[in-house]
């Protein structure tokens, strides 16, 4: 596929017990109409037949670089994946979907006619467990006024802040300028869940340019086996909640390091971002038996207080009542179902 030492596009894909799936992501690779790439597979410790697929498609495939590591999560994997990049662009493909075989052709086209372009964002088709279409998944924007637009990442943001989004994520929704990401030394928060929320909204306002396509190139599947999707245990619900309150943490510090630099519109945002952020965490653990896990990551939110909404507050505030009255008004329901 590669033509020469610098591809135009580098492919990550993380990688951990997909076996079910994997082909059909990597075959989809495989079958892109523009040839002028790289993929890089991270199998992330799997403990199924993932890396042995993934070892026959890279033995056989001298543009396949397939790095083994001990399980470390997508973030690090992801990470892993940005240093081996030789290419001008970076694509993520999480190794349980998969995308159309033109994906990388209109990318490179929308990259030759602005090559000034740091992302392209496009929304996704939604796929079911065994492949079929579920239909198109409208994202966070309104596409119906900006699609086949080019903006800055900063007015982008003020628009979901007047469309009244209340969190944003970006990864695997087009492709980002691999410059982007080195000048601001973009990467994935290590050891949490949830970490394109700080990713996206990273690249987007430091972004010059960003080209939103109306084109649906991806194909999410909804699946319970993926890198970091499905899961209800509580260990797994503890983990996401930690992780968002560690995403606040870190939105808090990132949007004061920028505040000079972005709209009122924008920085509201961040503010509205964390407000979510907050919700999620309380509404997690309020569903959850105490333990110290769960009063050590209420105690690490409590510096973010003040961002709050009222019914938050009171959570965090009164977290045995909060917890009661959930499980309470819970029962009440589906008595009443």
């Given at each position: ?119 392209i964002y496009t929304e996704f088709n939604l796929i079911s ?27 982008l943001l003020q628009t979901l802040y007047e469309q009244k ?65 499905g899961g209800g245990d509580m260990n797994k619900l503890l ?99």
């Open positions: 596929m590669m033509s020469k030492n610098t591809p135009l596009f580098s492919i990550i894909v993380p990688i951990y017990n997909v076996q079910s799936y994997l082909k059909e992501c990597l075959d989809s690779l495989l079958g892109q109409s523009y040839k002028d790439f790289e993929i890089i597979l991270i199998n992330d410790g799997s403990t199924d037949k993932s890396g042995e697929i993934a070892q026959t498609y890279a033995e056989s495939h001298s543009f396949i670089t397939l790095v083994h590591q001990n399980n470390a999560g997508q973030s690090i994997a992801r990470n892993e994946g940005l240093k081996r990049a030789k290419g001008q662009y970076i694509v993520f493909v999480d190794s349980d979907d998969r995308i159309d075989s033109k994906a990388l052709e209109y990318y490179a086209q929308c990259f030759k006619n602005d090559p000034t372009l740091d992302i467990d065994e492949g079929h279409s579920l239909g198109y998944q409208k994202f966070w924007f309104n596409m119906s006024t900006l699609a086949g637009q080019t903006k800055s990442g900063d007015e989004a209340v969190l944003f994520t970006y990864t695997w929704q087009g492709a980002i300028a691999k410059n982007l990401l080195q000048q601001y030394a973009i990467k994935f928060c290590k050891d949490i869940f949830h970490q394109d929320i700080l990713f996206g909204l990273k690249c987007f306002s430091y972004a010059k340019k960003v080209f939103l396509s109306p084109k649906r190139f991806y194909d999410y599947r909804q699946s319970l086996l993926s890198t970091t999707r983990k996401s909640a930690k992780s968002y309150a560690i995403t606040a943490h870190e939105i808090v510090t990132f949007s004061e390091n920028v505040k000079k630099y972005v709209s009122n519109e924008t920085y509201a945002f961040y503010y509205r971002c964390i407000r979510t952020l907050l919700k999620r965490i309380m509404r997690i653990l309020n569903n959850l038996p105490w333990s110290d896990e769960k009063a050590d990551i209420i105690q690490s939110i409590k510096p973010l207080y003040t961002y709050a909404p009222y019914r938050t507050k009171f959570s965090m505030n009164f977290p045995h009542f909060s917890a009661f009255a959930t499980k309470a008004l819970s029962y009440l329901k589906s008595k009443k179902d």
